[in-house]
C-alpha cells in the first residue's frame, strides 16, 4: 500500500488521508503484525501508527467524537490564549476599580 499524502503548507509536513489511516491501522490490528514493522513497512513513524489507533479505539468506543482534530486542537490553543488574556485584563480592571473608588470616597 502507498501512503497517500497532500502537502499542507506548513513545510514538509505529510498529511494523510484517512482511507491510508484506516487502512494502516487495519492492518496493525491484524494478527501476526507487529505496529512497529506496519509503520516501518508504510514508512511512517510508529508512533504516529499509534496515534491513530488510539484515535480508532476512542471512536469506536465513543461514537467518533472524543477526540479533536488538529483544526480544533489550534482553534482551542488559540480560544485558550485569548481567554488567559481576558481574565487579566479583567483582573487589571477589578483592581482599578477598587484603586479609584478608593480615592472618592
Partial sequence: MKPKTSNKSAGNRRKFTSDFKAEAVSLAK??????????KDLGVADGVLRNWIKQSNAMQVN???SLLT????????????????LRLEREILKKATAFFAKDHI
Fill in 63 to 65: 461514537g467518533g467524537s
Fill in 70 to 85: 488538529a483544526s480544533e486542537k489550534e482553534e482551542l490553543a488559540v480560544l485558550r490564549r485569548e481567554n488567559k488574556q
Fill in 30 to 39: 491484524k494478527p501476526g503484525h507487529s505496529v512497529t514493522q506496519v509503520a
